[in-house]
């Protein structure tokens, strides 16, 4: 069955403009994340989802950044005002939405900001 | 604050040999811990959970243990192969928490 899908897979974008990255997550699935990775690094969370409300978003960094999940199943970040320090790969992941289950990961979104 | 640390250099082993990865915690009590694997370019694939009450738990050829006193957890791949080599990430998770914290990741190399 399909996975955890991403587009674009690549956004370059200049400093100071407003950019939209998109996840599709497996079908059925309620829970719906959002991690950043930079190089080197871990994946740190960002927001988490269950249906189509944000259950968790204590890991945005600031006000720049917002995600939204209108019809609990695809889910768009957004990022205004992008800076250079956004720069990272931006990773969706959902599941089954219980205690303890496991996520699955897309291939993310490669953001670099010039 | 919440801290994860994983050797940061990366394991360089023969083939056939036994990998063992390390993952210490500090500042929490995690009810579980999960362990994934992460190839370039790719994002990270979930390969084993283990709880605070299991002190060990295998899967072909891995094996993941888990000690809270010591809050350390070690990820071991048994008869290694180049296919192994990897990033592998820790994420120690707090019971009532649906989110993952990740350390940085120890990457993998099997020479054949």
């Known amino acids: 069955g399909a996975g955890v899908s991403q587009t674009p897979s690549n956004k370059v974008t200049e400093k100071g403009k407003y950019v939209e990255l998109r996840c599709d997550p497996i079908?059925?699935?309620?829970?719906l994340y959002w991690y950043r990775q930079s190089l080197g690094q871990g994946p740190e969370f960002l927001i988490y989802?269950?249906?189509?409300?944000?259950?968790?978003d204590s890991g945005l960094p600031n006000d720049r950044f917002f995600a939204v999940r209108p019809e609990g199943s695809v889910s768009t970040l957004k990022i205004q005002r992008t800076e250079r320090g956004d720069s990272a790969v931006y990773l969706c992941?959902?599941?089954?939405?219980?205690?303890?289950?496991?996520?699955?990961f897309g291939p993310g979104t490669r953001l670099l900001v010039l | 604050s919440q801290k994860i640390e994983q050797n940061s250099e990366a394991l360089n082993i023969q083939e056939g040999k036994t990998a063992t990865l390390t993952c210490n915690y500090t500042?929490?009590?995690?009810?579980?811990l999960q362990w994934y694997r992460q190839d370039p370019g790719r994002g990270p694939v979930f390969l084993l959970l283990?709880?605070?009450?299991?002190k060990e738990k295998r899967k072909e050829r891995l094996k993941v243990t888990f000690d809270t006193t010591l809050k350390q957890s070690l990820f071991h791949i048994t008869a290694s192969q180049p296919a192994d080599s990897a990033t592998y990430l820790c994420?120690?998770?707090?019971?009532?928490?649906?989110?993952?914290?990740f350390g940085s990741g120890t990457r993998l190399l099997v020479r054949p």
């Open positions: 992941a959902s599941s089954s939405g219980g205690y303890q289950e496991t996520q699955y």
């Open positions: 079908s059925g699935h309620t829970a």
């Open positions: 283990i709880r605070e009450n299991e």
């Open positions: 994420a120690p998770a707090m019971d009532s928490s649906y989110k993952l914290i």
């Open positions: 500042n929490y009590s995690p009810a579980y």
């Open positions: 989802f269950q249906g189509t409300g944000a259950a968790d």
